[in-house]
């Protein structure tokens, strides 16, 4: 019934996900930052300044690594530098640059404020690009943690930086690295006291098969499993219960692209002490208020830094 050619493509498909079961049991067994490049030490700084208010000092910054390529964030800074050193506040925003994540933060006041540009392409053209590029894009994501944790190891060198208030800010995507560069950073000797986790979920794979805009909806759901094989050392929920600090979780209550059951699941990890806050409305950066929202976002995170000692106030 089956036929030569048949029983040949069964017996290598069962292979194929025999193996894929057990290569999930022996990764889900390991030390996870096992598979993540390391973090590089000791690299000079390609600095460029950029426009900024009279009352600060913006510069976009290039580290060149080796394994872990050009890592690119921006920088501001109080000017002129106060004769105190500065907390450092680490921002993880969406797919954009360093110089976006960080542009609508107003009185930023005696802080070291760092938006981190991602190595990734903004835009895709089509299914075949993105296939394409499927390999070089997926050692680009496995690169974003030991290139942050790079970036961080300069940020601590610098004179003015005050290494025992040190802030970690991930938003959406970003809220998605920022438990893996949290663990990595602390294997690496740099500890992180508070961490804004803000619109993510759990697991990377329940994220894909949610998300309403990838089409097919078959096609995503399918994928799902082996999203959540392939970026097993990044998942959320591996690294949560390895991390201490204080926590702030913000959420959507109407969140179309984060599924409920992904929200809950990313929140039930977060360790204590934590906070929680809902927000009324859409996934941040989705819906005709999502400025307002922004700034609601960016209020309630200052607020919460503020009260809880790991950064300086700006002045009235």
């Not at 208010?53 to 060149?64: I, K, M, Q, Y």
């Not at 109080?78 to 107003?106: C, E, F, H, M, N």
């Not at 089509?126 to 394409?132: C, E, I, S, T």
């Not at 819906?287 to 000692?309: C, F, H, V, Y």
Request: glycine share 10%.
């Amino acid at each position: 019934m089956w036929g030569r050619k048949g029983l040949i493509v069964f017996g290598v498909l069962v292979l194929l996900l025999v193996g894929a079961i057990l290569l999930v049991y022996w990764t889900s067994g390991r030390q996870p930052l096992v598979f993540l490049p390391s973090p590089e030490h000791g690299l000079p700084a390609e600095r460029t300044r950029l426009p900024a208010p009279g009352n600060r000092l913006v510069e976009h910054l290039v580290l060149h690594g080796h394994a872990l390529g050009d890592i690119a964030f921006t920088l501001s800074l109080p000017d002129p530098l106060p004769l105190k050193q500065l907390p450092v506040v680490l921002i993880l925003g969406g797919l954009v640059t360093g110089a976006d994540s960080i542009r609508y933060i107003k009185d930023a006041g005696d802080n070291a404020i760092v938006g981190y540009a991602w190595p990734l392409p903004v835009r895709l053209h089509g299914v075949r690009d993105f296939m394409w590029q499927a390999p070089n894009l997926y050692h680009r994501v496995m690169t974003i943690p030991g290139q942050i944790v790079t970036a961080l190891h300069w940020l601590m060198e610098q004179p003015w930086a005050e290494a025992e208030r040190l802030s970690l800010l991930g938003f959406s995507q970003g809220a998605l690295a920022v438990p893996c560069v949290q663990d990595l950073a602390a294997h690496d000797g740099i500890r992180i006291g508070w961490t804004i986790i803000a619109y993510g979920g759990a697991p990377l794979g329940a994220l894909l098969a949610g998300n309403p805009h990838l089409k097919p909806t078959w096609l995503r759901q399918a994928l799902a499993p082996l999203v959540d094989l392939l970026f097993h050392s990044l998942e959320p929920t591996v690294h949560l219960p390895r991390l201490s600090g204080k926590f702030l979780v913000l959420e959507g209550q109407n969140d179309g692209q984060i599924p409920e059951a992904a929200r809950n699941l990313l929140r039930e990890a977060v360790p204590e002490p934590k906070t929680v806050i809902t927000f009324e409305g859409a996934h941040m950066g989705v819906g005709p208020d999502q400025m307002a929202l922004l700034q609601k976002i960016i209020e309630t995170s200052k607020s919460w830094l503020i009260e809880n000692g790991a950064i300086n106030k700006a002045p009235d």
